[in-house]
């Protein structure tokens, strides 16, 4: 949990590089420790600093990848959401 808190803290000050290698650290963990849905958690952050640092087909792509797998994960279908009502894509939205 600490990578992912420290993740978020580096994306609020918008140093979402860094926060990338919280995120994807803490993707590895949690999966060796079978908790998928707190990986699943953390690649949504991943996903959300991907977008600040302007990689938005990267992000939506693991988005798509989350929602996929566990469709129990709201806040992927949520920033799909936006993304795709951002981009015009209603139909999808």
Do not use: H
């Not at 993740?7 to 079978?34: M, P, V």
């Amino acid at each position: 949990f600490v990578l992912n808190f420290r993740g978020n803290a580096l994306s609020q000050l918008g140093r979402f590089r860094e926060a990338l290698q919280d995120y994807r650290e803490a993707t590895e963990i949690f999966r060796k420790d079978n908790e998928y849905s707190q990986a699943a958690v953390s690649r949504c952050n991943e996903a959300l600093a991907l977008f600040g640092a302007d990689e938005a087909s990267e992000a939506m792509a693991i988005l798509e990848d989350v929602s996929k797998r566990d469709p129990n994960i709201a806040d992927a279908r949520v920033a799909l959401a936006v993304s795709y009502w951002a981009s015009r894509d209603y139909s999808r939205a």
